[in-house]
């Protein structure tokens, strides 16, 4: 399918459909939804059957994205951290937010794991009344980047100008990171082309010239990088982006007001994988392989994101803020602190 560009614009209240075909095997897993981790349709953490921890739903199925946001998931998992809080976890891998979404809202999954400004959109469209459970992971430098070959000649924000780069969608939360990044560079929004490319075929679009530049995450940043020489032109998490909330775990309204025990068990896990995946970077190269699909010597380049152990919602407010700033979804001040569970006896953080 050709790629269809977009006219530039400061005004995207819709996603466009597009895309690149894919040898990649990391596409592959995306597409038939599988992780290898326990070589099925999912990953699940052991559980004796019973229900010592008396947990209201000790059974529960999470929607996870096969990006390197998600290890402290699988590691949680693989370390049987569900399994000491009474959780039974059925990993299903789902290539983006826009399709988890859904599958939260018409309840096919518990709690599903997307960038926060996509839900946050769903929210105000009122496709379901959400909740964000847990932080999956907030931006640092390198985690997130625009790149392009050394021969398109861009090496900097300003070089992005007339040009078209690809990007997975333009509704979340690296969009408006990207944008606000683009302004502080002094480049005018609407000199620049957005055209939609799944995040797995990013790098073989830049490759083979499809497009001159990508916004990239992480695994297929080092998997660019590696395979056809990509560069870094734009560090969409410095500066005044850094530190932004990028995905999240969310959930039902309903599962946080029936099930408290049950959602608090899953963020306590989350958290001790994420603290795992913090203090051990070998445990996140060591798990990528198998739910993303990525080569080990490619697990072992890439820049991971920050996997903060709670959520704030000061700082998920940002993310808000900056769809209002660019007109992401809507124009009016939301206010996100209602969206934001957190477990009884504690704060929202700073």
Same mark, same amino acid.
């Given at each position: $399918?050709?790629?269809?560009?977009?006219?530039?614009?400061?005004?995207?209240?819709?996603? @466009?459909?597009?895309?690149? #075909?894919?040898?990649?095997? /990391?596409?592959?897993?995306?597409?038939?939804?599988?992780?290898?981790?326990?070589?099925?349709?999912?990953?699940?953490?052991?559980?004796?059957?019973?229900? *010592?921890?008396?947990?209201?739903?000790?059974?529960?199925?999470?929607?996870?994205?096969?990006?390197?946001?998600?290890?402290?998931?699988? !590691? #949680?998992?693989?370390?049987?951290?569900?399994?000491?809080?009474?959780?039974?976890?059925?990993?299903?891998?789902?290539?983006?937010?826009?399709?988890?979404? &859904?599958?939260?809202?018409?309840?096919?999954?518990?709690?599903?794991?997307?960038?926060?400004?996509?839900?946050?959109?769903?929210?105000?469209?009122?496709?379901?009344?959400?909740?964000?459970?847990? !932080?999956?992971? +907030?931006?640092?430098?390198? #985690?997130?980047?625009?790149?392009?070959?050394?021969?398109?000649? !861009?090496?900097?924000?300003?070089?992005?100008?007339?040009?078209?780069?690809?990007?997975?969608?333009?509704?979340?939360?690296?969009?408006?990171?990207?944008?606000?990044?683009?302004?502080?560079?002094?480049?005018?929004?609407?000199?620049? *082309?957005?055209?939609?490319?799944?995040? +797995?075929?990013?790098?073989?679009?830049?490759?083979?010239?499809?497009?001159?530049?990508?916004?990239?995450?992480? =695994?297929?940043?080092?998997?660019?990088?590696?395979?056809?020489?990509?560069? =870094?032109?734009?560090?969409?998490?410095?500066? =005044?982006?850094?530190?932004?909330?990028?995905? *999240?775990?969310?959930?039902?309204?309903?599962?946080?007001?029936?099930?408290?025990?049950?959602?608090?068990?899953?963020?306590?896990?989350? /958290? $001790?994988?994420?603290?795992?995946?913090?203090?051990?970077?070998?445990?996140?190269?060591?798990?990528?392989?198998?739910?993303?699909?990525?080569?080990?010597?490619?697990?072992?380049?890439?820049?991971?994101?920050?996997?903060?152990? *709670?959520?704030?919602?000061?700082?998920?407010? @940002?993310?808000?803020?900056? $769809?209002?700033?660019?007109?992401?979804?809507?124009?009016?001040?939301?206010?996100?602190?209602? $969206?934001?569970?957190?477990? &009884?006896?504690?704060?929202?953080?700073?």
């Amino acid at each position: $399918m050709a790629l269809r560009p977009s006219t530039p614009s400061t005004r995207r209240l819709t996603v @466009r459909a597009g895309g690149v #075909a894919s040898v990649a095997t /990391a596409a592959l897993l995306l597409v038939t939804g599988c992780s290898v981790l326990n070589g099925g349709s999912g990953s699940s953490s052991d559980s004796s059957g019973t229900n *010592s921890a008396n947990l209201e739903k000790p059974n529960i199925t999470v929607a996870a994205q096969p990006f390197v946001d998600a290890a402290p998931l699988y !590691i #949680a998992a693989q370390k049987g951290y569900f399994k000491q809080v009474g959780l039974n976890v059925k990993i299903v891998s789902l290539p983006s937010a826009t399709v988890i979404i &859904p599958k939260v809202a018409d309840g096919s999954v518990d709690i599903g794991e997307g960038n926060f400004d996509s839900v946050i959109s769903a929210q105000y469209k009122k496709v379901a009344d959400f909740k964000f459970v847990g !932080i999956a992971s +907030a931006g640092k430098p390198g #985690a997130v980047e625009v790149t392009a070959l050394p021969s398109s000649g !861009i090496t900097n924000a300003q070089g992005l100008e007339g040009k078209t780069v690809g990007t997975n969608t333009q509704s979340d939360v690296l969009f408006a990171a990207l944008e606000a990044d683009l302004q502080a560079a002094n480049v005018p929004l609407n000199t620049v *082309s957005f055209t939609t490319v799944k995040h +797995a075929d990013i790098p073989q679009a830049i490759g083979t010239g499809q497009i001159p530049a990508g916004l990239q995450v992480q =695994p297929y940043l080092a998997e660019a990088s590696r395979q056809y020489g990509v560069r =870094p032109v734009v560090d969409v998490f410095s500066g =005044p982006t850094n530190g932004l909330p990028y995905n *999240s775990y969310f959930a039902l309204s309903k599962l946080t007001q029936q099930d408290p025990k049950t959602v608090a068990a899953f963020d306590k896990a989350l /958290a $001790m994988g994420a603290a795992d995946a913090t203090a051990n970077r070998k445990d996140v190269e060591n798990i990528l392989p198998g739910y993303t699909g990525v080569d080990p010597t490619i697990a072992a380049l890439i820049t991971e994101p920050t996997f903060p152990p *709670s959520l704030s919602a000061k700082q998920v407010q @940002r993310d808000a803020d900056l $769809m209002t700033e660019f007109n992401i979804s809507f124009n009016t001040k939301f206010d996100v602190s209602s $969206m934001c569970w957190l477990p &009884p006896g504690t704060s929202s953080g700073n």
